[in-house]
């Protein structure tokens, strides 16, 4: 498979990542949205640094 991924889009993975993943532990939010935040942080790591 090809990969669709750019280094701008890479770099915008991984901080919207790192956002996500610190407001999961720092920001106070109910359990669903606190998972909500890790879910998307896993898939925005995931896509940036395997290409997809």
Known sequence: MEKNI???DK??????GTSLL?????VQM????????FVIAA???VTAFSGF
């Open 6 to 8: 750019g280094g701008i």
């Open 11 to 16: 770099t915008i993975r991984i901080i919207l």
């Open 22 to 26: 610190l407001a999961g532990f720092f």
């Open 30 to 37: 109910t359990a669903g949205w606190r998972l909500a935040a």
């Open 43 to 45: 898939i925005a790591y």
